[in-house]
């Protein structure tokens, strides 16, 4: 198949270009690096893979590039850490609402018009945010109360988009729903720049849960500072398998028009993933902690049911949390020497 993935330069997509292209599949990318400004990928000169500089939300550029396109990877959004849901509330709604507008008047037209069957939403664990079932099913975001957070919000919306496109244009989708993805490519955003924050003496950009503890116990810090009491519930999903669910999604017809959780089973506290850190970087050292006021938009608690995915798909997540530290750890490492994050 041809595909189009938007956000082609992110840190999801950095996974998933990859495990596109060791299915065979042609891929069009397309980004404006407006988050961490130009990357090198790997892939950027694989035969089957070509780059757009763009705006996805220019749409006469969006239907150039899925003119013959098969399907449609929305993975384009602004998106960040927990401080990005305070810091950028409006700007997070406002500007993804045009991206998907965008993305969809594109897959539209192309749709009706050109060879395309299909597009594949990329959502969030966090259209679950007011949930209280656990581990929450698909089907749970249409039952409980909406999202608090703007980022939230939009997200919920992005499903939106893709059962109104169904129902009025018959466009077939399939909503994608990652669960705290970890690996390694997540660099500073170029807005974090002038967003810096204190956490302890360490001064971090990133505000995400993994990059955070590794920066700040590989700088020495202790006790090491964490935000809240640390009994936050997550399921820290590797991207490589998260590419691989989002690939099953693709290329199984059994998907269409249809939702699915895309995570590992296997729940975390973030005291508990400080600890597993902690044990790997300083062996010898013991491990103590401080909590810090946590933020409004803390969601105590994300833990899916995975089962459909698995049933329907036979799709699991297989790598463990401490398999994917063991490769993120040394990238970080890196990554600070030569001041990327």
Same mark, same amino acid.
Request: hydrophobic share 40%; proline share 4%; aromatic share 10%.
């Given at each position: 198949?041809?595909?189009?993935? !938007? ?8 996974? =998933?270009?990859?495990?596109?292209l060791k299915n065979g599949h042609i891929v069009i990318g397309i980004d404006n690096y407006s988050k961490y400004g130009k990357v090198i990928k790997s892939y950027d000169n694989h035969k089957n893979y070509q780059f757009y500089e763009g705006d996805v939300k220019n749409c006469s550029l969006m239907k150039e590039l899925v003119e013959d396109c098969d399907q449609i990877i929305a993975c384009a959004a602004q998106?960040?850490?927990? !401080? ?21 008047? %594109? ?5 009706? @018009? ?17 949930? !209280? ?37 018959? =466009? ?17 955003? +170029?807005?974090?720049?002038? @967003? ?7 001064? +971090? %950009? ?11 116990? +590989? ?32 290329? @199984? ?17 973030? +005291? ?36 459909? %995915? ?14 994917? =530290? ?12 030569? @001041?990327?994050?």
């Amino acid at each position: 198949m041809k595909i189009l993935v !938007t956000g082609a330069a992110g840190f999801i997509s950095g996974y =998933l270009i990859d495990e596109l292209l060791k299915n065979g599949h042609i891929v069009i990318g397309i980004d404006n690096y407006s988050k961490y400004g130009k990357v090198i990928k790997s892939y950027d000169n694989h035969k089957n893979y070509q780059f757009y500089e763009g705006d996805v939300k220019n749409c006469s550029l969006m239907k150039e590039l899925v003119e013959d396109c098969d399907q449609i990877i929305a993975c384009a959004a602004q998106i960040g850490g927990i !401080t990005y849901f305070h810091k950028y509330a409006y700007d997070l709604l406002a500007e993804n609402e045009r991206i998907m507008a965008s993305t969809f008047d %594109a897959a539209i037209w192309a749709n009706r @018009n050109k060879k395309l069957k299909k597009i594949n939403v990329l959502s969030s664990s966090m259209v679950f945010e007011s949930t !209280t079932l656990f581990p929450t099913p698909e089907g749970e975001q249409l039952k409980c109360s909406p999202p608090l957070s703007t980022y939230g919000f939009q997200k919920l919306a992005c499903e939106y988009f893709a059962k109104g496109a169904f129902e009025q244009y018959a =466009l077939p989708y399939t909503i994608i729903r990652p669960f705290n993805c970890i690996g390694i490519g997540e660099q500073r955003a +170029l807005k974090d720049e002038d @967003n810096m924050f204190w956490s302890g003496n360490v001064k +971090l %950009a990133m505000s995400h849960v993994v990059p955070d503890i590794v920066q700040k116990i +590989l700088k020495g810090q202790f006790p090491l500072h964490i935000l809240g009491s640390g009994n936050q519930i997550r399921h820290y999903t590797y991207g490589g398998d998260l590419a691989k669910g989002i690939v099953a999604c693709i290329e @199984n017809e059994k998907s269409i028009c249809d939702d699915f959780n895309i995570s590992t089973p296997v729940a975390t506290t973030v +005291l508990e993933l400080a600890k597993i850190i902690w044990e790997k970087i300083n062996i010898d050292k013991p491990f103590e902690y401080v909590s810090d006021p946590s933020f409004i938009y803390d969601v105590q608690k994300r833990s899916p049911n995975v089962e459909k %995915a698995k049933n329907i798909l036979g799709f699991e997540a297989t790598t463990t949390l401490s398999e994917a =530290l063991d490769e993120i750890i040394p990238w970080i490492k890196n990554a600070i020497k030569n @001041n990327m994050i």
